[in-house]
């Protein structure tokens, strides 16, 4: 079974430029997420999809970040204009579906390898 | 706020040992799950071990496991036998806000030493 799919794996750019990450989840996962890993810390969730609904963006910098998952599978994290701070990993992972837990559904979340993001 | 507390920052541990990594943590949530995931210098979190919060008996995955106490809203993991790659930051986390959304703690980097 294909895994989490991310890319790409590395972007440098300057400050103020933009940049794109795209995400495949696991086939067959309805829940997909976001996450940004700062170095040194845990993860932080920007973005929760259900299916091509958002279930919780509240994390997200709305003036810079913006996240879509038109189809429901696939989704692109954007951020322009990029700041120094946004250097990070960006994670992507998928799971299940929230909402439902059962012994097969247990809110496992499977990631990607990530993006590592520089900004200079 | 919800939070999940890892007060290790770092740890080592000489090969074929055991060592025991803490979390705290705080839900709302009734019913859930717990994790525990690894990182590995490559980046990729795998999982570890997850626990039931209904359930009163600890999981255990190979050498991999959990001392849950509900009551303390505490759940540490056990590395037994610890090889070198078991060399990793590892996280725990769990599921906030209604939505099975997973909060992660800020991890602990474990070292295991030859």
């Known amino acids: 079974e294909a895994g989490v799919a991310q890319s790409p794996r590395y972007k440098i750019i300057e400050k103020r430029q933009s940049v794109a990450f795209w995400c495949n989840p696991i086939s067959g996962h309805a829940t997909l997420y976001w996450y940004q890993q700062i170095l040194g810390q845990g993860p932080k969730l920007l973005i929760q999809f259900q299916n091509n609904g958002v279930v919780d963006d509240s994390q997200l910098p709305k003036d810079r970040f913006s996240a879509e998952r038109l189809k429901g599978v696939d989704s692109t994290l954007k951020i322009q204009p990029a700041k120094l701070e946004d250097s990070a990993v960006y994670l992507c992972a998928s799971s299940l579906i929230a909402g439902i837990l059962t012994d097969l559904n247990t809110g496992e979340l499977f990631f990607g390898e990530g993006s590592r993001l520089t900004v200079l | 706020a919800q939070t999940v507390t890892q007060s290790q920052p770092e740890m080592s541990v000489q090969e074929a040992e055991t060592v025991t990594l803490s979390c705290t943590y705080d839900?709302?949530?009734?019913?859930?799950?717990l994790f525990w995931y690894k990182q590995p210098p490559s980046r990729q979190m795998i999982l570890v071990i997850r626990q039931e919060a209904y359930k009163q008996q600890n999981a255990t995955e190979n050498r991999f496991s959990v001392n849950f106490q509900k009551a303390a809203k505490s759940f540490s993991l056990k590395i037994s036998d610890s090889q070198l790659g078991d060399t990793a930051m590892y996280f725990c986390a769990t599921p906030q806000g209604g939505s099975e959304k997973l909060v992660f703690g800020k991890g602990t980097k474990l070292t295991v030493n030859p």
């Open positions: 839900t709302s949530e009734s019913n859930y799950y």
